[in-house]
């Protein structure tokens, strides 16, 4: 499990906004559990559950951390891909001031640790993130340093 993830667009931050989808991911902070111990836990239709994990797995916010097989149902354990997840501040831009607001926020340093085995899937991530950001913003300078600890 990641410590933060950063939300990047409208459908992900729609998705978590919904107030039962918060109770999920709570419940499955606890410990990773079945659609139907949610189901049981929370005296909901286990259909209703599975909807909204799979909404949430599509968009990233849990992943199947085990499986079981039961008798001939293979049962699969959700679980929550981070322990906090962060609209992006671009995602809230509603006029000129709020955009220059962000872009001084922007240029503060940031420190970031990753180990080994994370940093393929990080570098991976940001290039589309800035390949993203640059076509919002033609003229945009960003400065990267990767130094190993």
Do not use: W
């Amino acid at each position: 499990m990641q410590d933060t993830i950063l939300i990047d667009n409208l459908a992900q931050l729609k998705c978590i906004s919904d107030p039962f989808r918060i109770k999920l991911l709570e419940c499955l902070y606890v410990m990773p559990k079945t659609g139907q111990q949610l189901a049981d836990e929370l005296d909901i239709p286990r259909a209703k559950i599975h909807y909204h994990l799979r909404e949430m797995e599509k968009y990233g916010f849990i992943e199947i951390v085990k499986t079981e097989q039961k008798i001939s149902i293979i049962q699969k354990f959700y679980a929550p891909t981070a322990s906090e997840f962060i609209p992006a501040p671009y995602l809230l831009q509603f006029h000129e001031k709020s955009s220059e607001h962000v872009e001084s926020k922007a240029l503060k340093p940031l420190n970031i640790h990753i180990n080994e085995e994370d940093f393929p899937h990080f570098k991976k991530e940001l290039k589309k993130y800035l390949k993203k950001a640059s076509v919002k913003s033609a003229d945009s300078q960003y400065e990267i340093h990767i130094q190993p600890v």
